[in-house]
C-alpha cells in the first residue's frame, strides 16, 4: 500500500513539472467580470502551469499593440517570447444590457477566450460564451457556472495544438516598389474583387477589426496556400478565406511569363450604423 501510495505521488509530481506553461491575460480588466477569470485561472492551474498574473500583465503591457484582441502573428510572437510561454490566453468579458423583440429586455453576460501559440503567433481557438440573466448578478452568475465548459474546450485546444510554419520557397515575395526587381512586375489581381462578409456575430458585438491573409498564387493563377497573419475571432478569418478562395486570380507575370508570387492582403471591417428613419 505504501509502495502505491508512493507511486501515486511520484506520478502526480512527474505530471505537475510536466505540464505546459501558460498564461493567462486580461487585457482589459475595466470592462470584465473579475470573479470569471479568476475561477478559469484556478481550474486551468490544475492542468497547466499558470504564469504569475503580475509578471504576464507587465510583460504583456511592455509590447506596444494597437488592439490586444486583433494581433498580427509577429505581434502574437512578440508577446509569447516576451512573456516566456509557448501558449498564451486572452480573455475579454463583459455585461451588456441587450433588447428584445419578444419580450423584456435582458443582460448578456459573456466572455471570449483566444487561444494563440506563441512560436507561430497563430490563433489556435476562438471561443465565445453567452448567457442570459435578468440583471446583471443573475448574468454574471450564470456565466461563471460555465467556466468548466469553457475551461475543457481551452484545455483540448492547448493539448491537440500542433504548431507549424511551411511557407514554400517557390513563391516569391512582392518586392519594394522602387526596386529592381520590381521592374516589369505585375503582381497576382483578382479578375472581379469579392468583399469579404461582415458576419452577423461581428455586428452583434460590434466589432472593429483588421485582418490579414497571406495567400500563395500559383503561375496558373490557382490558390496553393492561405494564412491567416493577422486574427480577431467573430467568423472574420473564415469570411475572408472564403472570399480570397472565392476569386479567380490573374497570376503575378514578369516580361511575358506567369510565375508563382506570395501577396499579403488586408481587410478591414467595422459595423456602420444604420440611419433611423426620420
Do not use: C
Not at 511520484?10 to 473579475?34: D, F, G, K, M
Not at 485561472?41 to 504576464?56: G, H, M, N, Q, V
Not at 493577422?230 to 490573374?250: C, I, Q
Amino acid at each position: 500500500m505504501r509502495s502505491i501510495t508512493l507511486l501515486i505521488g511520484i506520478l502526480i509530481l512527474v505530471s505537475v513539472s510536466t505540464a505546459q506553461r501558460i498564461a493567462i491575460l486580461h487585457p482589459a480588466p475595466e470592462q470584465s467580470i473579475p470573479k470569471f477569470t479568476s475561477e478559469l485561472r484556478s481550474r486551468l492551474s490544475d492542468r497547466f502551469k499558470i504564469l504569475d498574473d503580475s509578471l504576464a500583465d507587465s510583460a504583456f503591457r511592455s509590447v506596444s499593440v494597437a488592439d490586444p484582441y486583433n494581433l498580427s502573428t509577429a505581434e502574437a510572437r512578440q508577446v509569447g517570447e516576451v512573456i516566456g510561454v509557448e501558449n498564451f490566453v486572452l480573455i475579454r468579458s463583459a455585461i451588456q444590457r441587450r433588447a428584445s423583440l419578444d419580450g423584456p429586455a435582458y443582460f448578456e453576460a459573456y466572455a471570449v477566450a483566444y487561444v494563440a501559440n506563441s512560436r507561430a503567433g497563430s490563433l489556435i481557438l476562438w471561443y465565445l460564451e453567452s448567457v442570459r440573466g435578468a440583471n446583471e448578478n443573475e448574468a454574471a452568475a450564470k456565466l461563471i457556472d460555465a467556466v468548466p465548459k469553457v475551461v475543457a474546450i481551452i484545455e483540448m485546444a492547448l493539448k491537440g495544438n500542433r504548431f507549424s510554419i511551411i511557407r514554400d520557397p517557390k513563391f516569391l515575395e512582392v518586392p519594394p516598389e522602387n526596386s529592381s526587381l520590381a521592374k516589369g512586375l505585375r503582381t497576382p489581381v483578382p479578375y472581379r474583387r469579392i468583399k469579404p462578409e461582415y458576419t452577423d456575430l461581428a455586428s452583434n458585438y460590434s466589432v472593429r477589426a483588421t485582418i490579414d491573409i497571406e495567400v500563395d498564387v500559383e503561375a496558373d493563377g490557382s490558390i496553393a496556400r492561405t494564412s491567416i497573419e493577422r486574427w480577431a475571432g467573430f467568423g472574420l478569418e473564415e469570411s475572408v478565406e472564403k472570399a480570397v478562395r472565392s476569386m479567380n486570380w490573374r497570376p503575378a507575370e514578369r516580361d511575358g511569363k506567369t510565375l508563382p508570387m506570395r501577396i499579403l492582403l488586408r481587410y478591414n471591417f467595422t459595423k456602420i450604423e444604420k440611419d433611423e428613419a426620420p
